[in-house]
């Protein structure tokens, strides 16, 4: 189980955000397996005010009824607050494996990475959006890069092994999607 606290404070930052996963047994049993935040050793990015890292998480199995592993089992953890570069709230996804240490097999989608076509736009606050299917990891982008919002579907295979699949773009006004509305991508399932 993982469960986001995007409102953590840091000793010295507010809302810089943690997830704590736990392990239950078939018996009822709690245990934590580790905490993520960006203080974790090997987990990318500082822990800075507003990060609100956990604010959206999502977990997948993507070979049920099998030994879990880094590849196959999979949380995604928003960072809608994450400033890339200069560029202030743009955001991210960070993707961990609930095995092993924080941070060792992470990867982190955002504009530019894992096929997400575009740059980081400042305010899109990606990873406040997000969800994980058994063949893609879904973001939604209300915030831009269009006036109306986007969502995009990312494959597993560009996450886990840096593949290099299309990843799907909506957006109002493509592809069949009406060109109308505000804020397309607020909740995608």
Do not use: C
Not at 59 to 72: C, E, F, R, Y
Not at 87 to 110: I, L, M, W, Y
């Amino acid at each position: 189980l993982a469960v986001g606290s995007p409102g953590e404070d840091n000793s010295t930052d507010a809302d810089t955000g943690r997830v704590v996963n736990l392990r239950i047994t078939a018996a009822g049993a709690v245990s934590e397996l580790a905490e993520l935040n960006q203080g974790s050793a090997n987990v990318s990015g500082d822990p800075e005010a507003g990060d609100r890292l956990g604010e959206q998480v999502s977990a997948v199995s993507l070979a049920p009824g099998a030994v879990a592993s880094t590849k196959n089992t999979l949380i995604a953890v928003g960072v809608p607050g994450e400033d890339i570069g200069t560029v202030a709230d743009a955001g991210s996804v960070a993707v961990f494996a609930p095995s092993g240490a924080p941070g060792d097999n992470e990867v982190v989608v955002e504009p530019g990475k894992a096929g997400v076509p575009g740059a980081s736009g400042a305010g899109q606050q990606l990873g406040g959006y997000i969800a994980a299917g058994a063949t893609h990891l879904y973001l939604g982008m209300p915030k831009g890069p269009g006036t109306r919002g986007s969502a995009y579907a990312v494959p597993w295979g560009n996450v886990t092994n840096a593949g290099a699949e299309t990843v799907v773009t909506y957006a109002p006004g493509a592809d069949g999607v009406p060109a109308a509305g505000v804020a397309f991508g607020t909740v995608v399932r």
